[in-house]
């Protein structure tokens, strides 16, 4: 029996939904791996090179730039790409301004008080759910992020992983519970 009710889903989408430094990703995984190399490469720089380095006049002055190198490379592999989500959101009053998404077998329509758009499935190249958020990819950039904080029961969570893999098959990546 095919289920052809609407879905509807109210969007007030926050920085967590597209990206946390903690969240488990492929994206995240490369990211604490290469932190954790770089660190360890670091640690056996200083480790046999730190005798070397204070033989020099202002060798401290040396071993505190390598510290912060360090810190700059964690930052900058960790918490840049987070504190830039929370830019674009600052910057951007449109990313945080409340979204209605209506999901049919036709397409999606989305409405906003900036906005009002039908889409095809074709329109969107690929979608990826992880257990927080389904990704509607149109670029390989961009995407538009629906939280599941944001589905009324888990039903309808179930009814959008149906309507996604009817709509877009093979271009998906989505979870089986």
Do not use: H
Request: glycine content about 2%; aromatic content about 12%.
């Amino acid at each position: 029996m095919e289920d052809n009710r609407d879905l509807v889903v109210e969007v007030d989408l926050r920085p967590n939904d597209v990206y946390t430094p903690f969240r488990w990703d492929r994206g995240n995984l490369a990211r604490w791996v290469s932190a954790f190399v770089l660190c360890l490469i670091f640690y056996d720089l200083y480790k046999n090179q730190s005798a070397t380095l204070l033989s020099f006049p202002d060798g401290e002055a040396i071993l505190a730039v390598v510290a912060l190198l360090v810190l700059f490379v964690l930052f900058a592999l960790l918490v840049f790409p987070y504190l830039r989500m929370r830019a674009m959101f600052r910057k951007s009053p449109a990313m945080t301004k409340a979204r209605r998404y209506t999901f049919r077998a036709t397409g999606i329509t989305i409405q906003s008080d900036d906005a009002n758009s039908d889409c095809k499935w074709s329109f969107f190249q690929r979608a990826v759910e992880t257990p927080s958020v389904f990704a509607l990819s149109i670029t390989s950039r961009g995407a538009t992020y629906i939280p599941k904080r944001c589905f009324a029961s888990p039903n309808d969570v179930a009814r959008m992983r149906e309507l996604i893999r009817e709509n877009m098959p093979g271009l998906t990546t989505l979870r089986r519970d």
